[in-house]
Structures are given as structure tokens and as C-alpha cells.
């Protein structure tokens, strides 16, 4: 059984309003006249308006509803196949988003980091290179040096003569060395092992 909640506060307004209209008509019209004894008189009936006015409102009470009456709410239908084709590709492409926004990030820093790497590398060559070329001058100006000291003749070098040079005889030929043999070694394997 359904139950509804039966709304009085509407009827019991209508009246009391009409009755607070009428009534209000008869002070006016009271008021009108010179007599002085329908002043208080209004004032009594203005005082007991008011008190019904500030008196609480019942709650009103449960009543059964016969359930032919009631109509039943529609059911809400789901959602379209558009609607939700649309919304999982919205999910879809904010993920990718995501991704690629990471993978944007992840290759600047990435060339952050190799630029970094590359100037410093770049620097040392350049200070190899510069050692390199002290190293062949120290080097050029010594072999300089040395054959101005060979030209002195208080060197005591002597000029290369074929005349003076002397030969020495090869030495006879003697048989190839045998690798010492042993029994216990094991054959190589075929095929290779690995890598």
C-alpha cells in the first residue's frame, strides 16, 4: 500500500483567510461608525487573529492511498549509445592525452639531459685537443733540439757510412719445439660453446 501525506495546511489557509477577510470588513466597518465601544471591541477581535496566526500548525497526518490512483513514476531510460560511445572515447582520449603528455616530457627532458652531457664532453675534447697540440710542439721543438746538438761536432756523432757498417750471420736454423703432450687433457668439443 502506498501512503501519501494529506495536505490540510492549504484548506485550513483558504478559510481562515476568508474568515480573517470578513472579519476584517466588519472591523472596518465598525471603525467607521463614531461609537466608541467598538474600539475595543476590534481590538479583541485583531488580538485573537493574531493568536490564531502564531498558534502551530498541526502535521498533518498519513492517509492510505488506493494504488489505482496512483500513477507510477516513468522509468528513466539509459543512456544512449551515441551518448556513452562518446563519453568512452572522451575517457579514451584524455588518457592518451595524459600519455602523451608524458612522453612529451619524458623525450625534453631527455635532450635536456643529453645537451647537458654533450656540451661537457664537447668541453673536454676541446681541452684534449689543446693538450694534444702543447704535446706535439713540446715534441717537435725537443726533436729541434736534438738534431741541432747532433749537427755540433763536439757531439762526437759521426755521419752514417756504409764502410763502417759490419753485418752479423744469421743464426742456423733450428727444428720447431714439440708442445708438451697431455694424456689427461679432454678433446675440443666440435662446436662452440657460446658466445
Excluded: C
Excluded at 42 to 59: D, H
Excluded at 71 to 78: E, F, S, V
Excluded at 114 to 121: A, D, H, K, L, V
Excluded at 160 to 175: G, I, K
Amino acid at each position: 500500500m502506498v501512503t501519501a501525506l494529506k495536505s490540510d495546511n492549504l484548506r485550513q489557509l483558504r478559510p481562515r483567510s476568508r474568515q480573517n477577510a470578513a472579519s476584517l470588513r466588519g472591523i472596518s466597518s465598525r471603525e467607521s461608525g463614531v461609537a466608541s465601544s467598538t474600539v475595543p471591541a476590534a481590538i479583541e477581535e485583531r488580538s485573537s487573529l493574531r493568536s490564531q496566526a502564531t498558534q502551530p500548525q498541526t502535521s498533518p497526518s498519513p492517509t492510505i492511498v488506493d494504488p489505482k490512483v496512483v500513477t507510477a513514476l516513468p522509468r528513466t531510460q539509459g543512456i544512449p549509445g551515441w551518448l556513452n560511445l562518446l563519453v568512452k572515447t572522451h575517457r579514451a582520449s584524455l588518457m592518451l592525452t595524459f600519455l602523451l603528455v608524458g612522453a612529451v616530457l619524458a623525450a625534453y627532458g631527455w635532450t635536456v639531459v643529453i645537451q647537458q652531457q654533450w656540451g661537457r664532453e664537447y668541453r673536454r675534447l676541446e681541452t684534449l685537443q689543446k693538450h694534444e697540440r702543447q704535446l706535439v710542439a713540446g715534441n717537435e721543438a725537443i726533436k729541434n733540439q736534438m738534431a741541432e746538438q747532433a749537427e755540433s761536432p763536439t757531439s762526437g756523432l759521426m755521419v752514417p757510412d756504409p764502410n763502417n757498417a759490419f753485418f752479423l750471420a744469421p743464426a742456423p736454423n733450428r727444428p720447431p719445439a714439440e708442445p708438451p703432450h697431455h694424456p689427461t687433457s679432454q678433446p675440443a668439443p666440435a662446436k662452440p660453446l657460446g658466445y
